[in-house]
Nanobody
Framework: QEHLVESGGGSVQAGGSLTLSCVAS????????MAWFRQGSGQEREEVAR?????SPSYADAVKGRFTVSKAKNTLALKMNSLKPEDTAMYYC???????????????????WGQGTQVTVSS
């Protein structure tokens, strides 16, 4: 059973930066798709970025050019620059027991989740 724990959230002013981390424990297959999702108040959970060992990272249009996802061994990171108030949300780390290719960007296809870390961006 894989266990995911996020950290690094906090409060920041618009234009600032934060880096989120997600540490995976238990069985972790390097080929698995790992992703960051976020959920704002009253909104649906949406995928922000994804990565696996065999393909380039991909990003939601809303964060392209500002966010960078990376993975090293059992740690997934999300570097967030030029933050905007609309980036305010709970951010979740997720893992799917398959590669990213062909995997729909919806929460239902990811098997494991962290508890989330809050990011608040003030204007």
């Amino acid at each position: 059973q894989e266990h995911l724990v996020e950290s690094g959230g906090g409060s920041v002013q618009a234009g600032g930066s934060l880096t989120l981390s997600c540490v995976a424990s238990g069985y972790v297959d390097d080929s698995w798709c790992m992703a960051w999702f976020r959920q704002g108040s009253g909104q649906e959970r949406e995928e922000v970025a994804r990565i696996d060992s065999s393909s380039s990272p991909s990003y939601a249009d809303a964060v392209k050019g500002r966010f960078t996802v990376s993975k090293a061994k059992n740690t997934l990171a999300l570097k967030m620059n030029s933050l905007k108030p609309e980036d305010t949300a709970m951010y979740y780390c997720a893992a799917a027991e398959q590669r990213c290719y062909g995997l729909a960007p919806i929460p239902q296809v990811f098997n494991f989740w962290g508890q989330g870390t809050q990011v608040t961006v003030s204007s």
